[in-house]
């Protein structure tokens, strides 16, 4: 399976604190992506990883990708209580069609 | 730019009846996908199209069919409904292959 898996798999901090999740995958890709989750909500994009991309930074958001052991990280800088939701990591397989998203990692902020 | 939209938001219906997902995108995106996710899980892919006319199967198919007939529509069918099929169903669209994927803000079904 082509599935990322997030760990951890569920996340609690105090607003302020940085929050860290991984994530890890089984073959090839061409990109990860991560998505966040507002209870009830559809899936925002985050941030897209290049295979040949080592790391990403977007606002407070910053992402790694580590190609030879499979796996991405995503860190949250800075944390607000707005940023509580769940996160996804999608790898894309190399020539496939479509991304497979990981059960996610629910983060919540305590004001 | 409205970018994805779903109909309806919320339904009930019984086990057997059939009904009928839009998703709709203004985003000229040639990929749409149809999900669903279930309690405390991640999306399972259902169906998805790389373009007007197309259609595929995604990781759990049974029981739903999809049509694409222009490019900015993409149906979910379910012809005879199943309590099983309780779930929370998202569209998605991108402009290509393993691009970033645009969300719907997701149809609630509940089937008793």
């Known amino acids: 399976s082509q599935q990322g898996e997030e760990d951890p798999q569920a996340l609690s901090i105090q607003e302020g604190e940085n929050a860290t999740m991984n994530c890890s995958y089984k073959?090839?890709?061409?990109?990860l992506q991560w998505y966040r989750q507002n209870s009830g909500r559809g899936l925002v994009h985050l941030i897209l990883i290049r295979s040949n991309e080592r790391e990403k930074h977007s606002g407070r958001l910053r992402v790694t990708l580590d190609t030879s052991k499979k796996s991405s990280s995503l860190l949250i800088t800075a944390s607000r209580a707005a940023d509580t939701a769940s996160y996804f990591c999608a790898p894309h397989k190399a020539a496939g069609n479509k991304l497979t998203f990981g059960g996610g990692t629910r983060v919540l902020v305590k004001p | 730019n409205a970018g994805v939209t779903q109909t309806p938001k919320f339904r009930v219906l019984k086990t057997g009846q059939s009904m009928t997902l839009l998703c709709a995108q203004d985003m000229n995106h040639e990929y749409m996908y149809w999900y669903r996710q279930d309690p405390g899980m991640g999306l399972r892919l259902i169906h998805y199209s790389v373009g007007e006319g197309t259609t595929a199967k995604g990781e759990v198919p049974d029981g739903y069919n999809v049509s694409r007939l222009k490019k900015q529509n993409f149906l979910l069918g379910l012809e005879s409904a199943a309590p099983s099929q309780t779930s929370v169903y998202f569209c998605?669209?991108?402009?290509?292959?393993?691009?970033?994927?645009?969300f719907g803000p997701g149809t609630r079904l509940l089937v008793l």
């Open positions: 073959t090839s890709i061409n990109n």
């Open positions: 998605a669209s991108s402009y290509g292959r393993g691009e970033t994927q645009y």
